[in-house]
């Protein structure tokens, strides 16, 4: 199946305010500011995927943001050090946005639902684990990058986890969400069955390791099609976020 990519470069409405949470070039979040619904609701924090590489950034998560402002959330795209052979430079980051950009941005009830993709849903299921929120009400993983080791496996985008980890997926087990302790919140995972660039099995594989996570594979979608608003299967993706969040 041929992978629909335009989301990657759409333009999309801009954030409201950019926010900072440490002192790095890339310690930044971007911010929508939802409307009344949205004070009653989580704020939304995404992170974006990208296999961990330092040529991906948030840019490309602007539609899907903006598209989730519109149907009623306050929403935070956070940045984070995307260093080959540093992965724990990447979860500091990831730690640290996630305990200070919810009180940096106003707008929701207090509570946080974390939404990645790719290897953002990777960053995000670990995050469930090692490093929730505060109040974290949920975890909506996208085509995520669930189990490492299979992924280095199925070299993954020609070897992105073992770029990522600077070594074997079998030596950094705390970083991978498969073996990690079951998240104390509700987890979901949305996956394309068409997926060619992270496929479904990934998701299965955590969903068999993880019996108390959710996985809701959506017919005839590729990896981009659970974060384009445009897609087939974007009404899948905000129905899950609202079972989280409402």
Same mark, same amino acid.
């Given at each position: 199946?041929?992978?629909?990519?335009?989301?990657?470069?759409?333009?999309?409405?801009?954030?409201?305010?950019?926010?900072?949470?440490?002192?790095?070039?890339?310690?930044?979040?971007?911010?929508?500011?939802?409307?009344?619904?949205?004070?009653?609701? #989580?704020?939304?924090?995404?992170?974006?995927?990208?296999?961990?590489?330092?040529?991906?950034?948030?840019?490309?998560?602007?539609?899907?943001?903006?598209? $989730?402002?519109?149907?009623?959330?306050?929403?935070?795209? $956070? &940045?984070?050090?995307?260093?080959?052979?540093?992965?724990?430079?990447?979860?500091?980051?990831?730690? &640290?946005?996630?305990?200070?950009? /919810?009180? &940096?941005?106003?707008?929701?009830?207090?509570?946080?639902?974390?939404?990645?993709?790719?290897?953002?849903?990777?960053?995000?299921?670990?995050?469930?684990?090692?490093?929730?929120?505060?109040?974290?009400?949920?975890?909506?993983?996208?085509?995520?990058?669930?189990?490492?080791?299979?992924?280095?496996?199925?070299?993954?985008?020609?070897?992105?986890?073992?770029?990522?980890?600077?070594?074997?997926?079998?030596?950094? &087990?705390?970083?991978? #969400?498969?073996?990690?302790?079951?998240?104390?919140?509700?987890?979901?995972?949305?996956?394309?069955?068409?997926?060619?660039?992270?496929? $479904?099995?990934?998701?299965?594989?955590?969903?068999?390791?993880?019996?108390?996570?959710?996985?809701?594979?959506?017919?005839?979608?590729?990896?981009?099609?659970?974060?384009? /608003?445009?897609?087939?299967?974007?009404?899948?993706?905000?129905?899950?976020?609202?079972?989280?969040?409402?």
């Amino acid at each position: 199946m041929t992978e629909d990519r335009s989301v990657l470069t759409r333009e999309a409405a801009a954030p409201d305010l950019a926010l900072r949470y440490g002192p790095r070039v890339e310690h930044v979040a971007d911010g929508w500011r939802g409307d009344a619904r949205a004070a009653r609701r #989580p704020l939304v924090v995404i992170v974006h995927g990208g296999f961990w590489r330092p040529e991906y950034d948030r840019a490309h998560t602007h539609p899907m943001a903006a598209a $989730i402002r519109d149907a009623g959330w306050t929403v935070a795209s $956070i &940045e984070y050090r995307r260093v080959p052979g540093d992965p724990d430079a990447t979860v500091r980051d990831v730690t &640290e946005a996630l305990a200070v950009v /919810p009180g &940096e941005l106003g707008g929701h009830d207090g509570r946080v639902v974390t939404v990645g993709h790719s290897a953002g849903g990777h960053l995000v299921l670990w995050a469930a684990i090692a490093a929730p929120a505060p109040q974290q009400a949920g975890t909506l993983a996208l085509a995520p990058v669930a189990d490492l080791r299979l992924a280095q496996r199925l070299e993954l985008d020609g070897g992105a986890v073992v770029d990522f980890l600077g070594a074997d997926a079998s030596t950094r &087990e705390d970083l991978d #969400p498969v073996r990690l302790p079951a998240p104390p919140g509700p987890t979901v995972l949305v996956h394309g069955v068409s997926d060619e660039i992270v496929p $479904i099995t990934v998701a299965e594989s955590y969903a068999v390791g993880q019996p108390g996570s959710r996985l809701v594979a959506v017919p005839g979608a590729a990896h981009f099609a659970v974060i384009d /608003p445009l897609s087939a299967a974007w009404p899948t993706v905000l129905a899950e976020l609202s079972r989280l969040g409402d």
